[in-house]
């Protein structure tokens, strides 16, 4: 039996009852105040959760060596580290670097892939997939992922961004829009899939989520047009078997004959760069059919920037993924029923690109092309003394 004192008492069951102290240092300063008040061995691991080892270990040691101190785990000696600090550095530049640089032939490295290339150029004589793995970790490196990014090469960009901006926000050449003057975000979303599950899609159960036959027959493939109203958050769209300049026409056709469209001052469709809409050319057609239509051009690759990608990636979400369809009317069919479900709540998107984004963006773009000027010129300096010694 251990017997502890008053002030022992107090500091073990400061612990016991701590809610930042380490939980096993808890359960073993429960375990001496358990043999401390006369329960044996079993009893303290049926009490505490534990084997009666454990038990035995931890009453032993505290009635036999220095109190509190000795609840704590003793140092271990464990193996010195096997690789250096240059080793260790070593493998992450190497794992900084493109594969195709070092002449490996992948696409992105991983672990067993970086250890087996560390090994290859001497970096170590032998070293596993998983110490790698916690090399890279204290640097948070992880090239085996990748995101992909698109540099902005519109030299217009800016003048483009903001004239759609300033229309979501309900103006035009600094002039507010007038209530008989509308916005409509409109583009073409391609190959929605036809494809008909070999077997019935099984519906979701109790711990079984839903389950959709991998083989499948094609069918083909619609395009959905759709034309978004921003601010009253309405769509509009049709489905047809292919994208093009008939097809664009057509859902125009279909928006600009109704009220309030009809008979507005002024109707600004804002699109994308895709064939069925692009340039001066489209904008001159729109607007020889339509008085009081204006084609307004997103920036070129910038078609995020057009608010009905956000009503597509919705139609993606809940309608065309998974896809199982038995054909072409089943698709239209359940694209349109969606756009009227859709429409009965739908609220105006908040956009989250705004004018001050849009200034940042610009100044980040334009400290990254002054970086490469200074690049080129720096290049440039470096050849010109082999130059002049070349001409003496």
């Known amino acids: 039996m251990i017997t502890l004192s008053a002030s ?16 096993q ?20 691991a049926q009490r505490r959760g534990v084997t009666v080892d454990t038990v035995r270990l931890w009453r032993g040691r505290y009635r036999s060596q220095e109190g509190i101190k000795s609840l704590t785990d003793r140092p ?3 193996l010195p580290p096997t690789f250096s600090t240059l080793q260790r550095a070593e493998v992450k530049a190497l794992a900084c670097q493109l594969p195709a640089e070092t002449g490996a032939p992948l696409s992105r490295w991983s672990c067993p892939e970086l250890a087996r290339e560390a090994v290859t150029r001497r970096l170590a004589a032998t070293i596993s997939a998983s110490t790698v793995r916690r090399i890279l970790a204290e640097d948070t490196l992880k090239p085996w992922q990748h995101q992909s990014w698109i540099f902005i090469r519109d030299p217009a960009f800016a003048a483009k961004a903001t004239r759609v901006l300033d229309l979501y926000a309900r103006r035009w050449d600094d002039i507010p829009l007038g209530d008989d003057e509308y916005v409509l975000s409109a ?18 159960g109790s711990s079984r989520m839903m389950r959709i036959n991998h083989d499948y027959d094609r069918g083909g493939a619609l395009a959905y047009l759709a034309a978004y109203d921003v601010h009253r958050a ?43 809409h692009r340039g001066k050319t489209a904008a001159d057609r729109l607007t020889e059919r339509f008085r009081n239509a204006v084609m307004v051009h997103t920036p070129v690759h910038a078609s995020w920037v057009n608010q009905v990608e956000i009503f597509f990636s919705i139609v993606q979400r809940k309608v065309a993924s998974p896809n199982d369809f038995t054909g072409h009317d089943q698709v239209e069919d359940r694209l349109i029923a969606f756009e009227r479900r859709y429409n009965e709540t739908a609220r105006p998107f908040s956009s989250k690109f705004t004018p001050a984004d849009l200034e940042d963006l610009m100044a980040r773009i334009e400290r990254h092309e002054q970086k ?16 002049l010694d070349a001409a003496a």
């Open 234 to 276: 309405h769509v509009f769209g049709r489905c047809s078997p292919k994208t093009g300049i008939v097809p664009f026409m057509d859902l125009a056709e279909q928006v600009m004959t109704q009220e309030p469209y009809a008979s507005a001052k002024r109707v600004f469709w804002i699109v994308d760069n895709g064939s069925s």
């Open 187 to 204: 583009d073409e979303k391609t190959s929605i899939q036809d494809r008909c599950r070999c077997h019935p899609t099984l519906p979701p």
């Open 25 to 44: 240092l808890v359960v073993r300063v429960r375990i001496v105040l358990d043999a401390a008040h006369g329960y044996s061995n079993n009893q303290i």
């Open 76 to 78: 271990r000696s464990g």
């Open 8 to 23: 022992e008492r107090r500091r073990l069951k400061k612990i016991a009852y701590s809610h930042t102290a380490a939980y």
């Open 372 to 387: 490469e000027r200074n690049s080129q010129q720096h290049d440039d300096c470096d050849h010109q003394p082999a130059v």
